[in-house]
């Protein structure tokens, strides 16, 4: 689809002898850290590039050198929807970018971006427990449901939404840098939906008893359990979930005496072994509550990931699912004076991503829940 824009954008672009599509990779490019060459050969600097930035989007607005508070609020009034539409695709790109190139991803994720003309249709070739996160706000609830062999799997979406209404003022008034902000908005996003990701991971507790166990780690113990989750599955290779402190317990279980020098900088990196007994260890990020009081004593602390499980799963397979209809789309969500709106000069904008999340676990995985 051909993006449109309006007569006043089209006319700015050609005022300053770009197409929209240069101006986006311009964008895209400095966001990502790549070098721009100016059209005379030399570098840009950092400097250089936000100013070329800025130029063409103050151009957009009708905006400027010198402009008072005043005429920035008339500017958004009369062109913000025109300023939006030329950088929500540079957000889109750097949103996209920052989901594949986490690790995580990578090894985990089995990822459709609809926008691209993939069908919202996964498909189960096992007998697998499938939750599905429902996202409203900052809340989102999980239902799980039991997949037989052979069964399609199809993700429900919601929006999540990011607040950048401060971050697009600092910009405007020469606060903030054009990539510190679009950098800023997709590491929101990663991060919320790495977050809602993990957490699904550790809510798995459907665990058949026999592959259940609990209280301090013993060797004899933990290593049986995770082979009869290896044999329950065909023998394949399993992985350890868990944050770094549930993780560390499994550190204590293995001799330095043995362990490579590749495992012994590991544990000086991360405090716990990469590997144990050619199980993969996976970290979870621990995160607390959105609205944790961080005056309060360090027990009160509101954990979301439970530092005492450790989640045993069988298989190489990409377990989560992972949608994203791929465009985002800013609004301003209120009005200064008006109703419920803000009374001081901040405007109030939010980033909107539709995405949907569901976690397909083996039927067959295993949970020891520490003490």
């Known amino acids: 689809m051909v993006k449109t824009f309006s007569q006043n954008v089209m006319n700015v672009f050609a005022q300053h002898d770009t197409t929209y599509d240069e101006f986006k990779n311009l964008m895209f490019d400095y966001v990502n850290g790549e070098?721009?060459?100016?059209?005379?050969?030399?570098?840009?600097?950092?400097?250089?590039?936000?100013?070329?930035?800025?130029?063409?989007?103050?151009s957009v607005l009708g905006l400027e050198k010198g402009f008072s508070k005043r005429d920035l609020r008339r500017a958004m009034r009369d062109h913000g929807h025109e300023f939006y539409d030329v950088i929500e695709e540079v957000i889109d790109l750097?949103?996209?970018?920052?989901?594949?190139n986490s690790e995580f991803f990578n090894q985990f994720v089995e990822y459709k971006n609809i926008k691209r003309g993939d069908?919202?249709?996964?498909?189960?070739?096992?007998?697998?427990?499938?939750?599905?996160?429902?996202?409203?706000?900052?809340?989102?609830?999980?239902?799980?449901?039991?997949l037989p062999e052979g069964s399609p799997i199809t993700v429900p979406t919601s929006v999540y939404m990011c607040g950048v209404g401060a971050d697009i003022d600092r910009l405007l008034t020469g606060q903030e840098d054009f990539s510190r902000l679009i950098d800023a908005v997709a590491k929101s996003y990663v991060q919320k939906v790495q977050g809602d990701i993990y957490a699904e991971v550790m809510k798995a507790d459907s665990v058949p008893t026999a592959l259940k166990s609990s209280g301090d780690l013993v060797k004899a113990t933990f290593d049986q359990l995770l082979e009869d989750v290896s044999a329950a599955n065909g023998n394949a290779a399993v992985k350890i979930f868990g944050t770094r402190a549930a993780l560390a317990k499994i550190t204590a279980l293995a001799s330095v005496d043995w362990a490579t020098d590749s495992m012994k900088e590991d544990v000086s990196r991360f405090g716990r072994l990469g590997m144990y007994e050619g199980a993969t260890l996976v970290e979870i990020p621990q995160r607390f509550a959105p609205d944790v009081d961080f005056g309060v004593a360090q027990a009160n602390l509101a954990r979301l990931m439970d530092n005492k499980k450790l989640l045993i799963v069988a298989g190489d397979d990409k377990f989560v699912k992972f949608v994203d209809?791929?465009?985002?789309?800013?609004?301003?969500?209120?009005?200064?004076?008006?109703?419920?709106?803000?009374?001081?000069?901040?405007r109030e904008y939010t980033c909107q991503r539709e995405m949907g999340i569901a976690t397909q676990i083996g039927a067959y995985h295993g949970l020891w829940t520490l003490s």
Do not use: C, P
């Open 94 to 100: 750097a949103v996209t970018k920052g989901f594949e």
């Open 119 to 146: 069908r919202q249709e996964f498909w189960s070739d096992k007998d697998a427990l499938l939750a599905v996160t429902k996202v409203s706000g900052n809340h989102h609830d999980v239902s799980l449901q039991r």
């Open 325 to 346: 209809v791929g465009e985002t789309e800013i609004y301003e969500v209120t009005e200064k004076g008006k109703g419920s709106g803000r009374i001081d000069d901040i």
């Open 35 to 58: 070098e721009i060459v100016g059209s005379d050969g030399h570098v840009l600097s950092k400097r250089e590039t936000n100013e070329k930035i800025m130029t063409v989007l103050y």
